[in-house]
């Protein structure tokens, strides 16, 4: 080989000199910023599992909407939690709503939750490209309704943006509030009276809207909740018969009695 023709320095000045600049990407001001979704998590209560997040939905430092619905049914007994890119995430659950309607009418009996557990999985995996490329990331939580045990048992499972999933024991925060989440859940679950899993639904309501208040004022992508503006959480709750959906109504009568 040529010693003229080698090229001096490191693996970045070879790049240069070769012109490639896939290292160095350059945004438009002009550019987009994509929506992002947070917060959300899901607790064990005496009843079985609450599920909610807050509204709020932001492009960078904008506030693009507080009216988001970021909890979704996807059959009977089973809820999704979305955080972070709403189109993807969206998408995902109508795919998972599909595909378990199809299993359900052509089986004649339900997809176990296992299988329904690594379908989501499947699609984080699919969803690779968008993931490493920054744009279109979705880390969700799940919870569906264990029939393989007696009495059938909800169960909360949390996912990384890869596809990898693990069961919760008591508790899971996905989205930008989490952290605040997590830990308030966690003092609650060592040192509170009463603790997360022996709550009843009013208590677990009201503990649900405090632990959003918490993480708006450390977080402002989390919208919180806010009853003098009218604005709640989404909270659903799934107990081994199915499904439940707290209305904003329900949460007002519940914070009033604080």
């Not at 989490?178 to 679950?189: A, D, L, N, Y």
């Not at 959480?233 to 519940?254: C, H, M, N, W, Y």
């Amino acid at each position: 080989m040529n010693n003229a023709n080698l090229i001096a320095g490191d693996f970045l000045s070879l790049l240069a000199t070769q012109k490639v600049s896939a290292l160095k990407t350059e945004v438009s001001a002009s550019a987009p910023v994509q929506t992002q979704a947070t917060t959300v998590f899901a607790f064990h209560f005496s009843e079985g599992i609450l599920m909610a997040g807050d509204r709020r939905a932001t492009a960078g430092n904008v506030i693009v909407t507080d009216r988001v619905e970021k909890i979704m049914d996807i059959d009977a007994s089973s809820l999704l939690a979305i955080a972070g890119t709403p189109a993807t995430a969206f998408e995902m659950a109508r795919v998972l709503q599909t595909s378990f309607e199809y299993y359900r009418r052509s089986q004649l009996q339900p997809l176990s939750l296992p299988a329904k557990v690594r379908a989501l999985a499947r699609l984080l995996r699919d969803n690779l490209p968008m993931t490493m490329q920054g744009v279109g990331i979705v880390v969700p939580l799940f919870a569906g309704v264990d029939h393989t045990v007696s009495p059938a048992k909800p169960q909360i499972y949390f996912y990384d943006p890869l596809g990898a999933q693990f069961q919760a024991v008591g508790h899971a925060a996905s989205g930008s509030g989490s952290q605040t989440i997590r830990s308030v859940m966690s003092f609650q679950e060592h040192y509170g009276n009463p603790k997360p899993s022996e709550m009843n639904l009013a208590d677990a309501i009201r503990f649900a809207s405090r632990l959003l208040i918490t993480a708006s004022e450390f977080d402002s992508a989390t919208g919180g909740v806010n009853p003098a503006s009218e604005i709640y959480a989404t909270i659903k709750v799934l107990r081994s018969t199915g499904v439940e959906t707290i209305s904003d109504a329900q949460q007002k009568e519940f914070l009033q009695k604080l």
